[in-house]
C-alpha cells in the first residue's frame, strides 16, 4: 500500500518541475516563492519534526537542534570550498554548479526518507499512513519545485536539471520499498531531519531569496515568498 501511494508522490513532484520550468519568464517570482517553501518546510515541518523524533539533548540543547545548526554550515563550508576551487581557476565565484547539484541530492536523500516515513506510518496502521501519504504527497510538488529550481540556478544545464528532478520523484518510492525490508530508528531519522534543514535554510537564505531579489526587488517578489510559506503552513495543518 505504502508503494501504490508513493506513486502519488512520483505525480506530484513530476509536477512541481513542470511548474518551475513553466515560469521561467517570471524567474524572480518562481524563486521567491521556491525560497518561501523552503523556509516554510525547514521551520513548519522539518524542524518539528526532527525535535520531535531524535529526542535525547546533548549538552542541554535537542540533538536535533544541533545537527540544524551543523547542516547549515556544512552546506556554508562546502559552498565556500568549491567557490574558491573555481575562483582559483579562474572561474566566477558567483555560480558553481556542484553545489546545485549537492543540494539537489540532499532534497533526493530527504524525499527517500518521505517514502521511509510513508512506509513505516503504514506499518503502524492505516489512518497514521493516510495522514502521512497527504503529507507527503502534498508537500511533494515543493520538492519538485524546488529540485529542479535549485539544481537550474547554479548554472547546470536543463538536462541535469531534469536528471535531479526524476530522481526526487522516484526516491519516495524506493524509500517506500525498503520498508519492506528494514525500518529505520526514529532517532536516526530526526537526526537527518535536523541536518537537511540547516542545509536547507541556508540555501534558502544564503541563496535563493537574495537571487530572486537581486534584479526584480519588488514587492510581488516578497508576497511570492509569503505565499510559499503560506502553502506549506496549509499542507502541514491539512496533515495534522
Known amino acids: 500500500m505504502a508503494v501504490f501511494v508513493a506513486l502519488g508522490a512520483f505525480l506530484m513532484t513530476l509536477a512541481g518541475g513542470w511548474v518551475a520550468q513553466r515560469v521561467s ?13 523552503m523556509l516554510g518546510v525547514v521551520g ?6 526532527a525535535v520531535d523524533a531524535a529526542g535525547q539533548e546533548v549538552f542541554g540543547v535537542p540533538a536535533a537542534l544541533l545537527l540544524f545548526v551543523g547542516g547549515f554550515l556544512v552546506a556554508h ?5 568549491l567557490a574558491v576551487r573555481q575562483a582559483a581557476h579562474g572561474a566566477s565565484e558567483e ?28 506499518q503502524i496502521g492505516g489512518g497514521m499512513g493516510a495522514a502521512v501519504a497527504l503529507a507527503v504527497i502534498t508537500h511533494d510538488f515543493a520538492d519538485g519545485f524546488n529540485t529542479y529550481t535549485i539544481t537550474s540556478l547554479y548554472g ?15 526516491a519516495p518510492i ?30 534558502a537564505a ?31 495543518g491539512i496533515a495534522e
Not at 216 to 231: D, K, N, Q, Y
Request: hydrophobic share 55%.
Open 77 to 81: 563550508l562546502v559552498e565556500r570550498s
Open 206 to 236: 544564503a541563496e535563493i531569496l537574495p537571487e530572486a531579489h537581486h534584479e526584480h526587488p519588488a514587492r510581488s517578489t516578497l508576497l511570492c515568498t509569503v505565499a510559499g510559506v503560506g502553502f506549506i503552513w496549509l499542507v502541514v
Open 95 to 122: 555560480r558553481v554548479p556542484q553545489v546545485g547539484m549537492t543540494a539537489a541530492a540532499a532534497m533526493v536523500g530527504h524525499s527517500l526518507m518521505d517514502g521511509v516515513a510513508l512506509g513505516a506510518a503504514f
Open 44 to 49: 513548519l515541518d522539518l524542524l518539528p519534526e
Open 25 to 37: 519568464d517570471r524567474r524572480h517570482l518562481v524563486l521567491g516563492f521556491a525560497g518561501g517553501l
Open 156 to 170: 547546470n544545464a536543463r538536462r541535469k536539471a531534469l536528471l535531479m528532478l526524476y530522481a526526487d520523484a522516484l
Open 174 to 203: 524506493a524509500g517506500a520499498a525498503t520498508t519492506l525490508l528494514f525500518t529505520l530508528p526514529e532517532e536516526l531519522l530526526g537526526c537527518y531531519l535536523g541536518f537537511f534543514g540547516g542545509a536547507l535554510l541556508y540555501l
